[in-house]
Structure formats: C-alpha cells, structure tokens
Nanobody
Framework: QVQLVESGGGLVQPGGSLRLSCAAS????????MGWYRQAPGKQRELVAG???????NYADSVKGRFTISRDNAKNTVHLQMNSLKPEDTAVYYC???????????????WGQGTQVTVSS
C-alpha cells in the first residue's frame, strides 16, 4: 500500500510565500517522475511543475520564475516553493508521483489528497 501525504497549504497575502511538501510512503520499489497540479473552482486540473528522476524540471508558464520544484530522493519527498503568490494561484494543489510498488512490475500514478492554497488580502 502506498500513501501520499501533502502539507504546507494555507492562507497567504498577495506577494507572500508558501512551501508545499508531499511525502510518499509504503511499499515503494522505485519512484520516477514527481509533480504538482492544481485545480481552481470551475476549472480543469492543470500541471504546475514536474521533476524527473534525474532532476530535470518543467513549469507552467504562469508560474515560471516564481515557483521552484525540488525532490529529496532519500525521503521520497517532493516540494514546491511558491514565491510572489498572486490571487490567481488560489486552488487546491495536488501532488502526483509515478512509482512502482513492491508488488508490481508497472509504474502507476498516485495522487495526494490535495491541499488548499488561498491567496487573498
């Protein structure tokens, strides 16, 4: 059984910062890509940032230069540092991890439960 636990969401004023974390635990054999998605009310879920097993990163144009994704392979954790936050960043943020568990020979996507980020004065 694999679990993803997210933390770090909350309420912040425009221009402020937050750091999201997502820790994977359980019967994990190997982790490939990790990423963060977000979904605002009435909108589709969208990719915010991704990081490959080798550390390569990609970002949505709307967050480039403000958000930084990183991973700690020893702790099976992915982080999202969010700076210069804007009201339009308000959404539920989800982590997604592509991993292979001990009982499988396939890589599957696992999702976190989501954490609310609200940017408002």
């Amino acid at each position: 059984q694999v679990q993803l636990v997210e933390s770090g969401g909350g309420l912040v004023q425009p221009g402020g910062s937050l750091r999201l974390s997502c820790a994977a635990s359980g019967s994990i054999f190997s982790i490939n890509g990790m990423g963060w998605y977000r979904q605002a009310p009435g909108k589709q879920r969208e990719l915010v940032a991704g990081i490959g097993s080798g550390g390569s990163t990609n970002y949505a144009d709307s967050v480039k230069g403000r958000f930084t994704i990183s991973r700690d392979n020893a702790k099976n954790t992915v982080h999202l540092q969010m700076n210069s936050l804007k009201p339009e960043d308000t959404a539920v943020y989800y982590c997604k991890v592509l991993l292979r568990d001990m009982g499988s020979n396939r890589y599957l996507d696992y999702w976190g439960q989501g954490t609310q980020v609200t940017v408002s004065s």
